[in-house]
């Protein structure tokens, strides 16, 4: 299966980025033959993916990545770099090629010691494959310190070193470092894409498959998740049920805790899977015997703090990612209640609700939805802002009461 299977709804993309690395191939066999390489090239050094959440942006970074290394024989006979198969795409699909480093960070940024790591890594020569290639799936989170010291390593890089950054928009990656990417932007796959894609890969029943992706509007992940997922599904239910009890002020007290409440508890049971087998791998690592209650090695105390403070920011992050997940699935809601409002022949994305759907659509105007809609994105802008969740979901509660 090619490395581009994957990659739902982007055919302009995928003709970019599979002309580039035709032209990549070419380039290396030129450089390790001694032949001169080819006069004009697709391929450049550092690229920048784009496009809203589930669009694809690392699906199509890695795809790509995978079809630098390609390795294999059909390419001597004219066969298409990427073909999913070889060693070369099937370790960079799976992370595990010596040569590809693919950085994703589940903290609310990354800081100028990692960046730092990731240029000392760019200045190497490939070990084994073809290329030297960094996929940094989250470079809308780098800090302007990080940024900067990246800035260096884009302007000025190895000769086989690929830079693949992604980012939901052009501004969210400093003016310098985007003015030395080749720019491509992915859009929202269509919804019959992503239930095909469900179908053919996941084995999920078509009914499924589709009912997520149109609950999910092409996000690709989401919808996975979704399909798959018992809690996801009933975490989403019971979001869409908001709108029905903000009828007093009480209602939105109560509605804004739960919202929160349940965030919180999505937060700690990442963190109920991941950070004890971190701070046990780390106290083996130290020396410490077994067991929560051992004895530390002297010495150690501050690389026990710095992994505490490290797990309390990814608890931070995943309640604010899965309080942002929330407040989508209600922005959807109310989208579906102003498509009903003005009569609009855009398909209905939460049919599962369309009895709630219908009755608030009857009780208000279209202005007073719009309204709702625009109290969720300030939510959203307030949670960016470091607003206390509670505070921000308050608020918006009310507002959803308002109209």
């Known amino acids: 299966m090619p490395v581009w299977d994957d990659l739902v709804g982007q055919e302009r993309v995928q003709t970019q980025l599979a002309a580039a690395a035709r032209d990549a191939d070419a380039l290396v066999t030129a450089i390790t033959d001694g032949t001169p390489p080819p006069a004009a090239s697709k391929m450049t050094h550092a690229w920048l993916f784009t496009g809203p959440p589930g669009s694809g942006r690392s699906t199509a970074a890695r795809a790509f990545a995978a079809a630098l290394q390609c390795t294999s024989p059909d390419r001597a006979l004219g066969g298409e770099p990427g073909c999913g198969f070889c060693d070369g795409c099937h ?84 003016p310098t470092i985007r003015s030395r990417c080749r720019h491509l932007t992915l859009r929202t796959p269509p919804v019959r894409a992503v239930a095909e894609v469900l179908v053919r890969r996941d084995g999920i029943e078509p009914a499924v498959a589709e009912a997520a992706a149109r609950a999910t509007q092409g996000h690709i992940g989401r919808a996975r998740r ?69 004895r530390m090695p002297r010495g150690t105390a501050g690389v026990m703090k710095e992994l505490e403070d490290r797990q309390k920011r990814r608890r931070t992050r995943t309640q ?84």
């Open 91 to 174: 370790t960079t699909l799976v992370g595990t090629h010596a040569d590809v480093e693919i950085v994703r960070t589940d903290l609310l940024s990354i800081g100028v010691k990692e960046t730092r790591d990731l240029v000392r890594r760019a200045q190497l020569s490939p070990a084994v494959g073809r290329w030297q290639v960094i996929v940094l799936e989250d470079a809308d989170r780098l800090t302007e310190g990080a940024g900067n010291v990246l800035l260096k390593a884009v302007e000025e890089p190895a000769p086989r070193t690929v830079w693949l950054l992604c980012a939901p928009s052009l501004e969210d990656v400093l």
């Open 226 to 294: 979704l399909a798959t997922d018992d809690a996801a599904r009933f975490r989403r239910a019971t979001v869409l049920k908001l709108p029905l009890l903000v009828h007093d002020v009480g209602g939105c007290l109560k509605a804004a805790q739960e919202l929160v409440d349940a965030a919180a508890e999505d937060a700690k049971q990442v963190a109920e899977e991941v950070d004890t087998k971190e701070t046990e791998e780390l106290r083996a690592a130290l020396g410490a015997g077994a067991g929560a209650g051992s």
């Open 320 to 403: 604010r990612d899965s309080l942002d997940l929330a407040l989508t699935d209600l922005t959807g809601f109310y989208r579906d209640v102003l498509a009903l409002q003005l009569g609009s022949a855009v398909a209905i994305a939460n049919e599962e609700v369309r009895p709630d759907l219908d009755r608030i659509a009857r009780a208000s105007g279209p202005e007073r939805t719009l309204r709702r809609i625009e109290a969720i994105i300030a939510c959203r802008e307030a949670l960016d802002r470091n607003v206390a969740p509670l505070l921000a979901v308050e608020a918006m509660t009310m507002s959803l009461r308002a109209g």
